[in-house]
């Protein structure tokens, strides 16, 4: 396995920066003010950005050529993580049994590291769960371009996107009771089933871990940089908690000063509140990027 620098100036960088975009890169609209010059800002100071996505590869496409995101990201919630092409050289294996997991597959232009197994093993599990329970689910693959459309609230093409999955099964549960809904969940962990909700939609996946991601490309960039590079996570309330533990210093996007309750600081010590809406925002992040402590 070859390893190849994709900037010259990352040997100098002592971090890795793991950002949850989905907040501040919204489905449709324009993203967080700034940001654009802060991936621009970061690109010269040679400080790696990984993005975490719910999303799939397909619907990150657009965001990162706007934004100029040249760097890895993980997508599906923890599913795979996916490194541009050449960005260290990972060769995709090949003449494997069915038994045995690769570790890296090409995936469009990208060379990815799965965590999760890949479809159609999360639809047969969700099917057979479904089917067990009696409680109907609606997988977004199953709808019309029409009912997509009407379902999602997007146009044609950004909707057909958000159905194109590579590992998890996005659904909703339609005409079903709370009652029904926590049986199902309880089910499905019974199984190993991963369910994660995001608003009216579910994804269904077996095997995702954000964690795996991280320690994946934590290793691989030790291994290019030859040294330790602090992993630094960045997110907003609602995304943090689903990142900050298994990073060694983090950074919360606050929409006031202080951050919520809801962050456990007991737990997360070494958090840095920052308020998102600041006019600065993004010159008050790269500092606290810089500052070690």
């Not at 997007?154 to 029904?180: I, K």
Request: glycine residues 4%; aromatic residues 6%; charged residues 25%.
């Amino acid at each position: 396995m070859k390893f190849a620098i994709p900037e010259p100036s990352l040997r100098q960088t002592s971090s890795v920066l793991f950002i949850a975009v989905d907040s501040l890169i919204p489905v449709r609209g324009k993203s967080i003010p700034g940001l654009d010059e802060f991936t621009a800002t970061l690109d010269h100071h040679g400080i790696p950005a990984v993005w975490l996505t719910s999303r799939s590869r397909l619907q990150v496409d657009e965001p990162r050529r706007k934004l100029g995101h040249r760097h890895p990201f993980i997508a599906e919630d923890g599913c795979v993580a996916c490194l541009p092409e050449d960005y260290f050289h990972l060769r995709p294996e090949s003449n494997l049994s069915k038994l045995q997991k690769a570790s890296t597959v090409r995936l469009g232009r990208f060379t990815c590291i799965p965590v999760a197994e890949s479809l159609p093993a999360a639809t047969e599990a969700l099917e057979t769960l479904s089917a067990d329970t009696g409680v109907p689910v609606v997988p977004l693959r199953s709808l019309s371009p029409r009912e997509l459309v009407q379902n999602t609230g997007l146009p044609e093409r950004e909707a057909e996107l958000g159905r194109q999955r590579d590992f998890d099964e996005v659904f909703f549960l339609a005409g079903v009771s709370d009652q029904d809904v926590q049986r199902f969940l309880v089910e499905a962990k019974n199984r190993k089933l991963q369910l994660r909700q995001h608003g009216v939609f579910w994804s269904a996946a077996i095997g995702a871990s954000t964690q795996q991601c991280i320690r994946d490309l934590s290793k691989l960039y030790d291994r290019a940089l030859r040294q330790h590079a602090h992993i630094v996570g960045i997110a907003t309330e609602d995304l943090s908690l689903g990142l900050f533990p298994y990073c060694e210093r983090t950074i919360l996007l606050a929409n006031r000063a202080q951050h919520n309750d809801s962050i456990d600081c007991t737990t997360h010590s070494r958090i840095r509140s920052l308020e998102l809406r600041a006019p600065d925002i993004w010159d008050r992040v790269l500092e606290a990027v810089a500052t070690k402590s």
